[in-house]
Nanobody, 125 residues
């Protein structure tokens, strides 16, 4: 069983920054980790992913150049640095873990086996 514990989300103003973290425990070898966002009444939407070693990343087009996913392998913790936030980035953010693609990542929410508890990120205008 893999457990994912996310940091508390936050409230920031338009243009601000926020860093989310996702600490994993359990048998996480070869797991890729990703961040998804979810708006009320909508499906989870892919944001960014990183492979187990941290050597490869993948981003949704909408966040390229604005968000950065990284990993501290020693701490088995994945981070999502979100810069120049806008009100449209307001959502609940979840981290997920998958072994669907060994050595790679996937943006398909159905490929993810384990999820963190989710945290609200609110960006005010």
């Amino acid at each position: 069983q893999v457990y994912l514990v996310e940091s508390v989300g936050g409230f920031v103003q338009d243009g601000g920054s926020l860093r989310l973290s996702c600490a994993a425990s359990g048998p996480t070898t070869n797991y890729a980790t990703a961040w998804f966002r979810q708006d009320p009444g909508k499906e989870r939407e892919f944001v960014a992913a990183i492979i187990w070693s941290g050597a490869m990343t993948n981003y949704a087009e909408s966040v390229k150049g604005r968000f950065t996913i990284s990993k501290d392998v020693a701490k088995n913790t994945v981070y999502l640095q979100m810069n120049r936030l806008k009100p449209e980035h307001t959502a609940v953010y979840y981290c997920g873990a998958t072994t669907a693609i060994i050595g790679g990542t996937t943006s398909n929410v159905e490929d993810y086996d384990y999820w963190g508890q989710g945290n609200q990120v609110t960006v005010s205008s």
